[in-house]
């Protein structure tokens, strides 16, 4: 939480309330504290990044995590930087039906900035009767004269049923910075597990990279040999520690040292987000990425 927020400038006694408040309700890997924390799972990550959009109190969190997170794929359009048009995807990356929680995980598994597969913007509308979320990500396209095109991809989530009423529309999003520094920072927890994987089935599986995740099946691959998911950094780290969850807060003697500046107390589970990011749009998400690298308000 500590690392995400100093490298994305999101106020950290915010995360801390809301990964309280989703921790409580079992939605985070549940363990032990300090050097006896489990290490964060990708799924860890996409609930924590849904938290910071889909409540406006920490309280709520919870609810508004399953709810948001079970919504269903409907639908996956493509966009095709080189052609200058859209496309279908066949096949599709995931699923019809996959819910975004699931997708979000797997795809926290496979992107990072340095990694074939580049998450672009995760948005959420808010609503009681129409909610509905938007995720995308990109893979590079390198043409034969060696210019670098990207093929971003679309994923819209949403209730079966028929779209309601809307007085007010009110649209929040993370944008790419947000999405592939949590990336980043569960690679190495990625590859361990992975590692250990690899390990219990050294004899009767395939030989896998420890650095990479279990590729996907449906996901499109990147059309040149030098897109690669290595991660140069995530090694290095991983020699010196791994990212863990564990409680924050007052109970921990240990306060944050913004939180004076963002909360007066960070027991107040109904303080209200103040820096959930509003986002414009056309209600898809697409082609809005005006926020700036590390401003989330």
């Known amino acids: 939480m500590r690392d995400w927020c100093v490298a994305t400038g999101y ?34 990550g996409a609930v924590l990044l849904l938290s910071t959009i889909v409540s406006k109190t920490w309280k709520d969190a919870p609810k ?32 019809n039906g996959t819910s975004l929680l699931d997708a979000l995980t797997q795809l926290l598994e496979r992107c990072g900035i ?11 509308k808010r609503s009681e009767v129409f909610p509905t979320a938007t995720l995308s990500f990109a893979t590079p396209n390198i043409t034969p004269t060696g210019k670098t095109y990207t093929k971003a991809y679309y994923l819209t989530f ?31 927890n990625v590859a361990a597990a992975n590692r250990a994987r690899m390990q219990a089935k050294h004899e009767t599986g395939p ?31 991983e020699k010196e520690s791994q990212v863990s969850f564990e409680s924050c807060g007052r109970s921990s003697g240990d306060s944050p040292p913004l ?29 809005d990425r005006s926020f700036l690298p590390g401003h989330l308000a």
């Open 64 to 95: 508004e995590v399953r709810r948001y997170g079970s919504l269903p794929l409907i639908n996956t359009t493509g966009d095709d930087e080189f052609t200058r048009a859209e496309f279908d995807p066949d096949p599709l990356p995931f699923p």
């Open 158 to 188: 949403s209730v079966a049923e028929g779209r309601g009423p809307e007085l007010i529309e009110i649209s929040f999003q993370l944008n790419h910075t947000a999405l592939n520094t949590m990336a980043d920072l569960l690679a190495p």
């Open 259 to 287: 939180a004076k500046e963002y909360c007066d107390d960070l027991d107040l589970d109904d303080r209200p987000s103040s820096c959930a990011a509003k986002a414009p749009g056309d209600g898809r998400g697409r082609r």
């Open 114 to 124: 340095r990694r074939e597969f580049r998450l672009l913007a995760l948005k959420v």
């Open 11 to 44: 106020p950290l006694p915010d995360l801390i309330g809301r990964g309280r408040a989703v921790r409580e309700a079992g939605l985070l890997t549940q363990g032990g504290h300090g050097v006896n924390a489990p290490a964060a799972i990708p799924q860890d």
């Open 207 to 237: 030989s896998v990279s420890a650095d990479e995740p279990i590729p996907f099946d449906n996901l499109p691959r990147a059309t040149t040999p030098t897109a690669t998911d290595s991660h140069p950094e995530a090694n290095d780290k």
